[in-house]
């Protein structure tokens, strides 16, 4: 299970720190991922890390601004978002997969899902 949790409104320029919190089984053996979607639109990949934290993940629209960050002891994974823009108004979703892969981590294949924290950026 997968609780996502920190969306907010912030002015453009600012910054949030989403937080994902895992049960259910043991995060170190998960693959954990953020998404975000536009109604309408596919889901998109923002940001990803491997089990052991060693590997990061970033789409080239937020890579600079967005950091992706966990704690295995904690069972949490967090996406610190900085110098948000308009275009980065949507809907968060976290992601869990214990068995994808580096060629498709992009891909929004993950077997579980959180359930959306919403991010709205004001210009």
């Known amino acids: 299970q997968l609780q996502a949790s920190g969306g907010g409104l912030v002015q453009a320029g600012g910054s949030l720190r989403l937080a994902c919190a895992f049960s259910g089984g043991t995060f170190s053996r998960y693959t954990m991922g953020w998404f975000r979607q536009v109604p309408g639109n596919d889901r998109e990949f923002v940001a990803a890390i491997k089990r052991s934290g060693g590997s990061t993940y970033y789409a080239d629209s937020v890579k600079g601004r967005f950091t992706i960050s966990r704690d295995n002891a904690g069972n949490l994974v967090w996406l610190q978002m900085n110098s948000l823009s308009p275009e980065d108004t949507t809907v968060y979703y976290c992601?869990?997969?214990?068995?994808?892969?580096?060629?498709?981590?992009?891909?929004?294949?993950?077997?579980?899902w959180g359930q959306g924290t919403l991010v709205t950026v004001s210009s």
């Open positions: 992601a869990a997969d214990a068995g994808i892969i580096t060629s498709t981590i992009r891909s929004p294949n993950y077997a579980y």
